[in-house]
């Protein structure tokens, strides 16, 4: 079974609490995305091997540290994975940056691949997957096997919120694979949605979070009644 790290950080826990709130919008959703991302990389990068360099501050010569000769890889599952990547980004500038699309049928809940561009050099790299949620564990299981097929050093995989269940089938499928995630809930829907979860991480980062009939509203802007979650 894979290693899972639950981060029980307090600005992790706390920034949650607001992305998990039906009340906050897209701009304040993808500012908590990023923030909590950035937070877990941190974490998720503390096992980097360092070497000792020779370097010169303005005052004497010193031993220093640098970490040692890795590369890394983020590969977002699209599209809300991509909510992640630049605060990942933003802490290790030097990583590339392969892509994934995967979408889940309504009906079924499958994944289904659309889109699949890697870096040329992935058997050099440790592999971050990026997804904000890892509900029936489909996505993340079919991305990794997208990425193993091409031989990375290592694969971690971060999602934000996990269900049991997808942390189940992704452990089993990758029992190498370590998981992380800011949040373990309590089970999926009747269509395979996170309980309590935060809704669908797509929609809220890109406003696009109902569907449905539509109705216009009293500005005159088309307005959508119903959501599919
Ligand atoms: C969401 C989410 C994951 C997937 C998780 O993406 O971002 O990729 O569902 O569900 P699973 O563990 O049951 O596979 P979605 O398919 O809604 O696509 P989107 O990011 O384009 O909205
Ligand atoms: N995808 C989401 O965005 N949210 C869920 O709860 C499940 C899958």
Not at 73 to 79: E, Y
Not at 126 to 137: E, H, I, K, Q, R
Not at 195 to 218: C, F, Q
């Amino acid at each position: 079974m894979s290693k899972v790290t639950v981060f029980d950080h307090p600005l992790i826990q706390h920034k949650l609490s607001y992305l998990r709130d039906k009340n906050t919008g897209s701009k304040l959703f993808r500012e908590l995305i990023s923030e909590i991302a950035m937070l877990m990389c941190y974490e998720a990068t503390r096992d980097l091997p360092l070497e000792d360099v020779e370097i010169e501050t303005p005052m004497q010569k010193m031993v220093a540290k640098k970490i040692k000769g890795r590369k890394l890889a983020f590969v977002p599952i699209l599209r809300a994975g991509c909510g992640m990547l630049d605060a990942m980004l933003t802490m290790v500038p030097a990583a590339k940056v392969g892509h994934i699309g995967l979408y889940r049928d309504e009906v079924t809940h499958k994944p289904i691949e659309y889109y699949n561009k890697l870096p040329g050099d992935v058997e050099e790299r440790d592999v971050f997957v990026l997804d904000p949620m890892l509900a029936t564990g489909g996505s993340a299981v079919d991305a990794i096997e997208i990425i193993k097929r091409s031989n990375p050093r290592s694969i971690k995989f971060l999602c934000i919120i996990a269900a049991p269940e997808g942390i189940e089938v992704l452990s089993k499928a990758h029992p190498d694979v370590e998981i992380y995630c800011a949040a373990k809930d309590e089970k999926l829907n009747k269509n395979c949605y996170i309980l309590p979860g935060l809704g669908d991480a797509g929609d809220r980062i890109y406003g696009t979070d109902v569907v449905g009939e539509v109705s216009i509203d009293k500005r005159g802007s088309t307005v959508r009644l119903h959501s599919n979650v």
